[in-house]
Protein backbone atom coordinates (compact mmCIF):
# COMPACT_ATOMS: atom_id res chain seq x y z
CA UNK A 1 0.00 0.00 0.00
CA UNK A 2 2.65 2.39 1.18
CA UNK A 3 4.50 1.49 -2.56
CA UNK A 4 1.40 2.02 -4.46
CA UNK A 5 0.84 5.84 -2.62
CA UNK A 6 4.44 6.32 -3.31
CA UNK A 7 4.13 5.38 -6.60
CA UNK A 8 1.23 7.78 -7.30
CA UNK A 9 2.37 10.90 -5.44
CA UNK A 10 5.57 10.39 -8.06
CA UNK A 11 4.20 10.11 -10.87
CA UNK A 12 1.53 13.47 -9.84
CA UNK A 13 4.93 15.18 -9.16
CA UNK A 14 6.20 14.56 -12.27
CA UNK A 15 3.55 14.92 -15.16
CA UNK A 16 2.05 17.91 -12.54
CA UNK A 17 -0.94 16.15 -12.04
CA UNK A 18 -3.26 17.14 -9.32
CA UNK A 19 -4.08 13.54 -7.69
CA UNK A 20 -6.39 13.07 -4.37
CA UNK A 21 -5.78 10.05 -2.78
CA UNK A 22 -8.63 8.74 -0.39
CA UNK A 23 -8.11 5.93 1.62
CA UNK A 24 -11.67 4.32 2.79
CA UNK A 25 -10.25 1.00 4.97
CA UNK A 26 -6.39 -0.47 5.81
CA UNK A 27 -7.33 -3.27 7.70
CA UNK A 28 -5.68 -7.05 8.34
CA UNK A 29 -5.61 -9.84 10.64
CA UNK A 30 -3.28 -12.53 10.99
CA UNK A 31 -5.05 -15.63 9.08
CA UNK A 32 -7.23 -18.19 11.14
CA UNK A 33 -10.54 -19.41 10.55
CA UNK A 34 -13.13 -18.32 7.24
CA UNK A 35 -13.19 -14.05 7.91
CA UNK A 36 -17.01 -13.16 9.72
CA UNK A 37 -19.64 -11.93 7.11
CA UNK A 38 -20.15 -8.77 9.71
CA UNK A 39 -16.39 -8.08 9.10
CA UNK A 40 -15.98 -8.74 5.20
CA UNK A 41 -19.57 -7.04 4.47
CA UNK A 42 -18.09 -4.21 6.72
CA UNK A 43 -15.04 -3.63 5.17
CA UNK A 44 -16.39 -4.45 1.30
CA UNK A 45 -18.60 -1.71 1.64
CA UNK A 46 -16.50 0.79 2.60
CA UNK A 47 -14.64 0.45 -0.19
CA UNK A 48 -17.08 -0.05 -2.74
CA UNK A 49 -18.75 3.56 -1.46
CA UNK A 50 -15.44 5.35 -2.12
CA UNK A 51 -14.62 3.59 -4.99
CA UNK A 52 -17.81 5.00 -6.81
CA UNK A 53 -16.15 8.91 -6.38
CA UNK A 54 -12.87 7.77 -7.89
CA UNK A 55 -11.46 7.71 -11.39
CA UNK A 56 -9.05 4.67 -10.76
CA UNK A 57 -8.90 1.93 -8.30
CA UNK A 58 -6.11 0.12 -6.29
CA UNK A 59 -5.92 -2.29 -3.93
CA UNK A 60 -3.86 -3.90 -1.85
CA UNK A 61 -4.96 -7.77 -1.19
CA UNK A 62 -3.83 -11.00 -0.01
CA UNK A 63 -5.06 -13.39 -2.22
CA UNK A 64 -6.22 -16.25 -0.25
CA UNK A 65 -9.36 -15.03 1.37
CA UNK A 66 -11.49 -17.73 2.27
CA UNK A 67 -15.23 -16.01 4.11
CA UNK A 68 -17.81 -17.89 5.47
CA UNK A 69 -19.96 -17.54 2.64
CA UNK A 70 -17.14 -16.77 -0.20
CA UNK A 71 -13.98 -19.17 -1.30
CA UNK A 72 -13.21 -16.48 -3.00
CA UNK A 73 -13.26 -13.38 -1.16
CA UNK A 74 -11.37 -11.05 -3.19
CA UNK A 75 -13.28 -12.45 -6.29
CA UNK A 76 -16.32 -11.34 -4.56
CA UNK A 77 -14.75 -7.97 -4.19
CA UNK A 78 -13.56 -7.09 -7.33
CA UNK A 79 -16.93 -8.50 -9.08
CA UNK A 80 -18.77 -5.94 -7.40
CA UNK A 81 -16.41 -3.13 -7.84
CA UNK A 82 -16.10 -4.12 -11.40
CA UNK A 83 -20.39 -4.05 -11.35
CA UNK A 84 -20.66 -0.73 -9.89
CA UNK A 85 -17.77 1.33 -11.95
CA UNK A 86 -17.88 -0.92 -15.11
CA UNK A 87 -15.23 1.48 -16.92
CA UNK A 88 -12.93 2.45 -14.04
CA UNK A 89 -8.92 1.03 -14.12
CA UNK A 90 -8.47 -1.58 -11.44
CA UNK A 91 -5.06 -2.45 -10.57
CA UNK A 92 -4.58 -4.97 -7.59
CA UNK A 93 -1.21 -5.99 -5.73
CA UNK A 94 -1.45 -9.52 -4.28
CA UNK A 95 0.59 -12.06 -2.48
CA UNK A 96 2.34 -14.66 -3.74
CA UNK A 97 0.26 -17.33 -1.75
CA UNK A 98 -2.70 -15.78 -3.66
CA UNK A 99 -5.44 -18.99 -4.59
CA UNK A 100 -5.96 -17.28 -7.97
CA UNK A 101 -9.43 -17.51 -9.11
CA UNK A 102 -11.67 -16.26 -12.61
CA UNK A 103 -13.32 -13.63 -10.45
CA UNK A 104 -10.57 -11.95 -9.70
CA UNK A 105 -8.62 -11.91 -12.84
CA UNK A 106 -12.11 -11.07 -15.25
CA UNK A 107 -12.57 -8.22 -12.48
CA UNK A 108 -9.40 -6.12 -12.54
CA UNK A 109 -7.66 -4.23 -15.22
CA UNK A 110 -4.44 -5.86 -13.91
CA UNK A 111 -2.97 -7.68 -11.30
CA UNK A 112 0.66 -8.77 -9.96
CA UNK A 113 1.94 -10.29 -6.97
CA UNK A 114 5.17 -10.77 -5.13
CA UNK A 115 8.06 -12.35 -6.40
CA UNK A 116 9.86 -13.14 -2.84
CA UNK A 117 9.52 -15.53 -0.25
CA UNK A 118 9.96 -14.58 2.69
CA UNK A 119 8.22 -11.21 0.96
CA UNK A 120 10.81 -8.65 0.87
CA UNK A 121 9.28 -7.00 -2.38
CA UNK A 122 5.80 -5.86 -1.50
CA UNK A 123 7.14 -2.26 -1.07
CA UNK A 124 8.31 -2.44 -5.05
CA UNK A 125 5.19 -4.77 -6.53
CA UNK A 126 2.59 -1.86 -4.97
CA UNK A 127 4.81 0.43 -7.10
CA UNK A 128 4.53 -1.53 -10.08
CA UNK A 129 0.89 -2.31 -10.34
CA UNK A 130 0.23 1.83 -9.64
CA UNK A 131 3.15 2.74 -12.03
CA UNK A 132 0.93 0.64 -14.46
CA UNK A 133 -2.54 2.17 -13.54
CA UNK A 134 -1.19 5.13 -14.18
CA UNK A 135 -0.23 4.41 -17.26
CA UNK A 136 -3.54 3.48 -17.75
CA UNK A 137 -5.21 6.08 -16.88
CA UNK A 138 -2.84 8.54 -18.46
CA UNK A 139 -0.42 6.98 -21.47
CA UNK A 140 -2.08 4.76 -23.93
CA UNK A 141 -0.92 1.42 -21.87
CA UNK A 142 -3.93 -1.37 -23.14
CA UNK A 143 -3.42 -3.99 -20.93
CA UNK A 144 -4.25 -7.67 -21.92
CA UNK A 145 -4.05 -10.13 -18.65
CA UNK A 146 -3.81 -13.67 -19.00
CA UNK A 147 -3.79 -16.75 -16.49
CA UNK A 148 -3.81 -20.36 -15.67
CA UNK A 149 -3.32 -22.46 -12.87
CA UNK A 150 -1.93 -25.97 -13.12
CA UNK A 151 -3.15 -29.63 -10.96
CA UNK A 152 -0.31 -28.58 -8.00
CA UNK A 153 -0.31 -28.02 -4.43
CA UNK A 154 3.35 -26.79 -3.79
CA UNK A 155 4.12 -26.92 -0.08
CA UNK A 156 5.25 -23.99 1.44
CA UNK A 157 7.68 -24.93 3.37
CA UNK A 158 8.71 -25.74 -0.31
CA UNK A 159 7.95 -21.48 -1.78
CA UNK A 160 11.14 -19.60 -0.06
CA UNK A 161 13.02 -18.23 -2.73
CA UNK A 162 16.44 -18.52 -1.43
CA UNK A 163 16.21 -22.41 -2.59
CA UNK A 164 15.32 -24.25 -5.66
CA UNK A 165 13.13 -24.55 -7.34
CA UNK A 166 11.21 -21.08 -6.36
CA UNK A 167 14.48 -19.24 -6.51
CA UNK A 168 15.04 -20.33 -10.17
CA UNK A 169 11.27 -19.83 -10.82
CA UNK A 170 11.07 -16.13 -10.03
CA UNK A 171 14.27 -15.23 -11.82
CA UNK A 172 12.91 -16.37 -15.09
CA UNK A 173 9.29 -14.56 -13.65
CA UNK A 174 11.35 -11.10 -13.09
CA UNK A 175 13.69 -11.75 -16.53
CA UNK A 176 10.36 -12.29 -18.39
CA UNK A 177 8.67 -9.16 -17.08
CA UNK A 178 11.72 -6.93 -17.46
CA UNK A 179 12.08 -8.07 -21.05
CA UNK A 180 8.69 -8.86 -22.22
CA UNK A 181 6.12 -7.77 -20.60
CA UNK A 182 4.33 -5.09 -18.14
CA UNK A 183 3.66 -7.47 -14.95
CA UNK A 184 4.36 -11.03 -14.55
CA UNK A 185 3.53 -13.35 -11.53
CA UNK A 186 3.55 -16.57 -10.26
CA UNK A 187 2.06 -17.18 -7.40
CA UNK A 188 2.62 -20.62 -5.40
CA UNK A 189 -0.39 -20.96 -4.00
CA UNK A 190 -1.54 -21.44 -0.29
CA UNK A 191 -2.73 -25.42 -0.25
CA UNK A 192 -4.27 -24.54 3.39
CA UNK A 193 -7.05 -22.92 2.25
CA UNK A 194 -8.74 -25.79 0.49
CA UNK A 195 -10.58 -23.96 -2.03
CA UNK A 196 -11.32 -24.91 -5.58
CA UNK A 197 -8.58 -22.91 -7.15
CA UNK A 198 -5.87 -23.54 -4.56
CA UNK A 199 -2.50 -23.60 -5.66
CA UNK A 200 -0.05 -22.70 -8.24
CA UNK A 201 -1.10 -20.09 -11.19
CA UNK A 202 0.68 -17.78 -13.20
CA UNK A 203 -0.64 -14.31 -14.48
CA UNK A 204 0.63 -11.82 -17.16
CA UNK A 205 -0.27 -8.49 -18.44
CA UNK A 206 1.32 -7.25 -21.47
CA UNK A 207 0.81 -4.27 -23.30
CA UNK A 208 -1.97 -5.07 -25.98
CA UNK A 209 0.00 -7.93 -27.30
CA UNK A 210 -2.98 -11.27 -25.87
CA UNK A 211 -0.25 -14.10 -27.78
CA UNK A 212 3.06 -13.03 -26.12
CA UNK A 213 1.27 -13.03 -22.64
CA UNK A 214 -0.27 -16.69 -23.25
CA UNK A 215 3.43 -17.46 -24.65
CA UNK A 216 5.03 -16.25 -21.34
CA UNK A 217 2.58 -17.76 -18.95
CA UNK A 218 2.80 -21.15 -20.74
CA UNK A 219 6.19 -21.29 -20.18
CA UNK A 220 5.95 -20.49 -16.59
CA UNK A 221 3.34 -23.11 -16.42
CA UNK A 222 5.48 -25.83 -17.84
CA UNK A 223 8.25 -25.00 -15.87
CA UNK A 224 6.77 -25.00 -12.34
CA UNK A 225 4.68 -28.17 -13.17
CA UNK A 226 8.45 -29.69 -13.87
CA UNK A 227 9.42 -28.57 -10.60
CA UNK A 228 6.56 -30.12 -9.44
CA UNK A 229 8.52 -33.30 -7.04
CA UNK A 230 11.10 -30.78 -5.51
CA UNK A 231 7.59 -28.35 -4.14
CA UNK A 232 7.01 -31.56 -2.37
CA UNK A 233 8.51 -31.82 1.63
CA UNK A 234 9.92 -34.48 3.81
CA UNK A 235 8.84 -34.95 6.99
CA UNK A 236 10.75 -36.27 9.83
CA UNK A 237 10.02 -37.31 13.41
CA UNK A 238 10.13 -34.39 15.88
CA UNK A 239 12.52 -36.55 18.32
CA UNK A 240 14.82 -37.17 15.77
CA UNK A 241 15.07 -33.04 14.57
CA UNK A 242 15.60 -32.12 18.32
CA UNK A 243 18.22 -34.61 18.93
CA UNK A 244 19.97 -33.69 15.30
CA UNK A 245 20.03 -29.76 17.00
CA UNK A 246 21.96 -31.58 19.90
CA UNK A 247 24.93 -33.08 17.72
CA UNK A 248 24.46 -29.88 15.04
CA UNK A 249 25.69 -27.69 18.44
CA UNK A 250 28.83 -29.63 18.44
CA UNK A 251 29.35 -28.75 14.59
CA UNK A 252 31.84 -25.89 13.20
CA UNK A 253 30.09 -22.53 12.53
CA UNK A 254 28.66 -19.86 14.78
CA UNK A 255 25.22 -18.13 15.52
CA UNK A 256 22.25 -19.69 17.18
CA UNK A 257 20.92 -22.48 15.78
CA UNK A 258 17.26 -22.31 15.03
CA UNK A 259 14.43 -25.14 15.80
CA UNK A 260 11.08 -24.37 13.78
CA UNK A 261 8.09 -24.69 14.89
CA UNK A 262 6.82 -24.87 11.37
CA UNK A 263 3.55 -26.69 11.89
CA UNK A 264 2.02 -23.67 14.16
CA UNK A 265 3.10 -20.24 12.29
CA UNK A 266 0.58 -17.74 12.89
CA UNK A 267 0.58 -16.20 9.63
CA UNK A 268 -0.27 -19.44 7.99
CA UNK A 269 -3.41 -19.92 10.90
CA UNK A 270 -1.35 -21.35 13.59
CA UNK A 271 -2.88 -20.72 16.86
CA UNK A 272 0.31 -20.40 18.04
CA UNK A 273 0.02 -21.77 21.03
CA UNK A 274 0.92 -25.47 20.58
CA UNK A 275 3.52 -27.12 23.07
CA UNK A 276 4.97 -30.25 21.52
CA UNK A 277 8.32 -28.53 20.14
CA UNK A 278 9.02 -26.79 23.41
CA UNK A 279 7.76 -29.78 25.18
CA UNK A 280 10.32 -31.58 23.35
CA UNK A 281 13.48 -28.98 23.90
CA UNK A 282 12.66 -29.47 27.99
CA UNK A 283 12.45 -33.44 27.67
CA UNK A 284 16.27 -33.68 25.42
CA UNK A 285 17.27 -30.88 27.92
CA UNK A 286 18.75 -28.33 25.83
CA UNK A 287 20.52 -25.26 27.17
CA UNK A 288 20.81 -21.78 26.52
CA UNK A 289 17.20 -21.84 24.61
CA UNK A 290 14.93 -18.43 23.84
CA UNK A 291 11.46 -19.40 22.37
CA UNK A 292 9.34 -17.15 20.71
CA UNK A 293 6.86 -17.77 21.37
CA UNK A 294 3.62 -19.11 22.99
CA UNK A 295 0.45 -16.90 22.79
CA UNK A 296 -1.57 -16.98 26.08
CA UNK A 297 -2.72 -13.79 27.21
CA UNK A 298 -4.36 -15.59 30.14
CA UNK A 299 -1.15 -16.57 31.35
CA UNK A 300 0.20 -13.50 30.69
CA UNK A 301 -2.02 -12.06 33.15
CA UNK A 302 -1.48 -14.23 36.25
CA UNK A 303 2.24 -13.37 36.32
CA UNK A 304 2.06 -9.91 35.54
CA UNK A 305 -0.25 -10.07 38.74
CA UNK A 306 2.37 -12.08 40.08
CA UNK A 307 5.28 -9.42 38.70
CA UNK A 308 8.38 -9.88 38.29
CA UNK A 309 11.57 -12.01 39.71
CA UNK A 310 8.53 -14.40 41.27
CA UNK A 311 8.92 -18.26 40.89
CA UNK A 312 6.17 -19.59 39.04
CA UNK A 313 4.50 -22.94 38.42
CA UNK A 314 1.84 -22.54 35.33
CA UNK A 315 0.46 -24.22 32.37
CA UNK A 316 0.89 -22.56 29.40
CA UNK A 317 -0.51 -23.20 25.84
CA UNK A 318 -2.86 -25.55 24.35
CA UNK A 319 -5.73 -23.80 25.07
CA UNK A 320 -6.90 -22.69 21.03
CA UNK A 321 -9.14 -25.74 19.72
CA UNK A 322 -7.99 -27.00 16.23
CA UNK A 323 -11.58 -28.06 14.60
CA UNK A 324 -9.60 -28.64 11.47
CA UNK A 325 -7.38 -30.95 13.11
CA UNK A 326 -8.12 -34.73 15.05
CA UNK A 327 -4.72 -34.01 17.29
CA UNK A 328 -4.75 -31.51 19.53
CA UNK A 329 -2.12 -29.64 21.59
CA UNK A 330 -2.14 -30.10 25.23
CA UNK A 331 -1.07 -27.26 28.34
CA UNK A 332 2.65 -27.53 29.48
CA UNK A 333 3.08 -27.16 32.72
CA UNK A 334 6.59 -25.00 33.71
CA UNK A 335 8.67 -23.78 36.29
CA UNK A 336 10.73 -20.55 36.66
CA UNK A 337 11.37 -16.76 37.07
CA UNK A 338 9.32 -14.42 35.85
CA UNK A 339 12.12 -11.87 34.33
CA UNK A 340 10.55 -9.31 32.36
CA UNK A 341 7.44 -7.87 31.36
CA UNK A 342 6.85 -5.66 28.25
CA UNK A 343 3.62 -3.81 27.08
CA UNK A 344 5.21 -5.70 23.65
CA UNK A 345 5.76 -2.77 20.97
CA UNK A 346 8.15 -2.70 18.25
CA UNK A 347 9.26 -1.10 15.18
CA UNK A 348 11.04 -3.51 12.65
CA UNK A 349 14.36 -2.74 11.18
CA UNK A 350 14.84 -5.78 9.62
CA UNK A 351 13.89 -6.25 5.32
CA UNK A 352 10.48 -7.65 6.02
CA UNK A 353 8.18 -4.49 6.78
CA UNK A 354 10.81 -2.52 7.43
CA UNK A 355 9.39 0.66 9.48
CA UNK A 356 6.05 -1.33 11.05
CA UNK A 357 4.87 -1.37 14.13
CA UNK A 358 4.30 -4.52 15.80
CA UNK A 359 2.20 -5.51 18.65
CA UNK A 360 2.58 -8.16 20.67
CA UNK A 361 0.32 -7.74 23.51
CA UNK A 362 1.85 -7.69 26.87
CA UNK A 363 4.46 -9.77 27.28
CA UNK A 364 6.29 -11.87 29.40
CA UNK A 365 9.36 -14.35 29.43
CA UNK A 366 9.20 -16.86 32.09
CA UNK A 367 13.13 -18.16 32.52
CA UNK A 368 13.16 -22.14 33.41
CA UNK A 369 16.99 -21.75 33.75
CA UNK A 370 17.44 -23.91 30.47
CA UNK A 371 14.67 -21.72 28.26
CA UNK A 372 13.59 -18.72 28.10
CA UNK A 373 10.21 -18.61 26.93
CA UNK A 374 8.62 -15.89 25.79
CA UNK A 375 4.73 -15.69 26.39
CA UNK A 376 2.52 -13.13 24.51
CA UNK A 377 -0.95 -11.62 23.93
CA UNK A 378 -1.23 -10.93 20.34
CA UNK A 379 -0.47 -13.51 17.18
CA UNK A 380 2.95 -12.54 15.76
CA UNK A 381 5.31 -14.16 13.71
CA UNK A 382 8.62 -13.93 14.63
CA UNK A 383 10.27 -12.10 11.42
CA UNK A 384 12.36 -9.51 13.09
CA UNK A 385 14.99 -9.85 15.29
CA UNK A 386 13.05 -6.85 17.67
CA UNK A 387 10.82 -9.90 18.88
CA UNK A 388 13.98 -10.49 20.89
CA UNK A 389 15.87 -7.54 21.15
CA UNK A 390 12.50 -5.50 22.21
CA UNK A 391 12.47 -7.88 25.16
CA UNK A 392 16.38 -7.52 25.97
CA UNK A 393 17.29 -10.98 24.58
CA UNK A 394 20.14 -10.60 21.85
CA UNK A 395 19.12 -13.73 19.78
CA UNK A 396 22.93 -13.70 18.40
CA UNK A 397 23.73 -14.74 21.62
CA UNK A 398 22.17 -18.17 22.26
CA UNK A 399 22.72 -21.29 21.61
CA UNK A 400 19.13 -22.29 20.77
CA UNK A 401 16.51 -20.06 19.04
CA UNK A 402 12.90 -21.56 19.09
CA UNK A 403 10.55 -19.84 16.11
CA UNK A 404 7.15 -20.58 15.58
CA UNK A 405 7.44 -19.15 11.76
CA UNK A 406 7.62 -21.56 8.17
CA UNK A 407 9.65 -19.76 5.31
CA UNK A 408 9.26 -15.63 6.81
CA UNK A 409 11.85 -16.05 9.83
CA UNK A 410 14.68 -16.14 7.43
CA UNK A 411 14.12 -12.70 6.27
CA UNK A 412 16.27 -11.45 9.57
CA UNK A 413 17.24 -15.17 10.74
CA UNK A 414 18.91 -16.92 8.02
CA UNK A 415 21.78 -15.04 7.59
CA UNK A 416 22.65 -15.33 12.01
CA UNK A 417 21.37 -18.52 12.09
CA UNK A 418 24.41 -21.80 12.75
CA UNK A 419 21.93 -23.95 11.35
CA UNK A 420 18.04 -24.50 10.75
CA UNK A 421 16.43 -27.30 12.00
CA UNK A 422 12.27 -28.20 11.26
CA UNK A 423 10.62 -29.57 13.86
CA UNK A 424 7.33 -31.56 13.40
CA UNK A 425 4.99 -30.26 16.04
CA UNK A 426 1.19 -29.83 16.30
CA UNK A 427 -0.91 -27.37 14.30
CA UNK A 428 -2.95 -26.12 11.97
CA UNK A 429 -0.32 -25.89 8.89
CA UNK A 430 0.61 -29.20 9.44
CA UNK A 431 3.39 -30.55 7.13
CA UNK A 432 1.68 -33.66 7.42
CA UNK A 433 -1.34 -33.80 4.89
CA UNK A 434 -2.50 -37.13 5.87
CA UNK A 435 -3.56 -35.10 9.42
CA UNK A 436 -6.16 -33.28 6.97
CA UNK A 437 -9.02 -33.92 4.58
CA UNK A 438 -9.12 -31.94 1.23
CA UNK A 439 -12.24 -31.52 0.42
CA UNK A 440 -12.69 -28.48 -1.92
CA UNK A 441 -9.82 -28.31 -4.02
CA UNK A 442 -10.40 -29.66 -7.81
CA UNK A 443 -8.89 -33.06 -8.26
CA UNK A 444 -6.81 -34.98 -9.46
CA UNK A 445 -4.05 -32.51 -7.80
CA UNK A 446 -0.21 -32.75 -7.36
CA UNK A 447 0.85 -34.29 -4.24
CA UNK A 448 -2.68 -35.47 -2.98
CA UNK A 449 -3.41 -37.79 -6.32
CA UNK A 450 -0.59 -39.25 -8.77
CA UNK A 451 -0.32 -38.13 -12.26
CA UNK A 452 2.44 -38.49 -14.33
CA UNK A 453 4.00 -35.73 -16.67
CA UNK A 454 0.61 -36.35 -19.29
CA UNK A 455 -1.77 -35.91 -17.02
CA UNK A 456 -1.25 -32.22 -17.45
CA UNK A 457 -1.43 -30.31 -20.80
CA UNK A 458 -1.89 -26.66 -21.31
CA UNK A 459 -4.41 -27.38 -24.07
CA UNK A 460 -6.69 -28.82 -22.02
ZN1 LIG B 1 2.40 -14.88 1.65
Redesign the pocket.
Known sequence: MAGMIDAVESYAGQHALEIEIITPIAAGAPPSGPVSDEAFDYIISTICSSARNCDAILLDLHGAMVTKSHDDGEGFLLKRLRKENPNTPIGVGL???TNLCPDMVENATLIAGYQT?P?IDTFEVGKRVANALMKVLFEDLKPTMVWNNCPMLPHVMRQGTDDAPNKQLQNRVAELEEKDAILVTLFTGFPHADIYNAGLSVAVVTDNDQAKAEKIRDELLQLAWQEREAFVYQKQTLESSVLRTLQTANSDGTGPIILLDHYDNTASGGTMDTTEVLREILRQELEDVAAFGIYDPEAVQVMVAKGISTEIEIAIGGKLHMDALEVQSKPLLVKGYITHISDGHFTVTGPMGRGTHMNMGQTVILDTGRVQIIIISRHIEPFDLGCFTSLGIDPLKKQFLMLKSRIHYRATFLKIAKSIVECAGVGVCTSDYDQLEFKKVRRPIFPLDTLDSHSFSLAD
Open positions: DMHYH
